[in-house]
């Protein structure tokens, strides 16, 4: 990854990126984020490949955030969901359990089925 200012005044900062499907691309700096998080302290940066549509999500060490931030790409600061650190208990998910959920969803009955189990204690 690495940017240039284009020629023309006011241009947007080029970003130069890798897709890992379409290989090296060219984005402007506000099509790039930067993310942060709290919690591991790491960074990574994403952009929206312009020649397959998807999510390309990065690692960053402190340079590359540096060097896109300042060019200014858009930081996110984020935190791990505090439901991680909540105790974990009953028996695991089973490949029967998530069956019966994608059935349960398809059948629209999952809300009714979700209420009762939830009253009673399972
Ligand atoms: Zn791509």
């Not at 540096?66 to 200014?72: H, I, M, V, Y």
């Not at 998530?98 to 939830?118: I, M």
Request: glycine letters at 6%.
């Amino acid at each position: 990854m690495n940017y240039s200012r284009g020629r023309r005044r006011n241009a947007a900062a080029i970003v130069r990126a890798t897709c890992h499907t379409c290989g090296d691309v060219e984005l402007t700096i506000e099509d790039v984020q930067v993310q942060f998080c709290v919690t591991t302290a790491q960074s990574t940066y994403s952009f929206v490949c312009p020649g397959c549509s998807l999510i390309v999500n990065k690692d960053a060490n402190d340079a590359v955030v540096q060097s896109l931030t300042s060019a200014g790409a858009r930081l996110v600061q984020w935190t791990m969901p505090a439901e991680l650190d909540e105790p974990k208990t009953g028996p695991r998910i089973s490949h029967d359990d998530l069956l019966e959920f994608h059935l349960l969803l398809e059948s629209g009955e999952w809300e009714r089925e979700l209420a009762y189990r939830a009253a009673n204690g399972y």
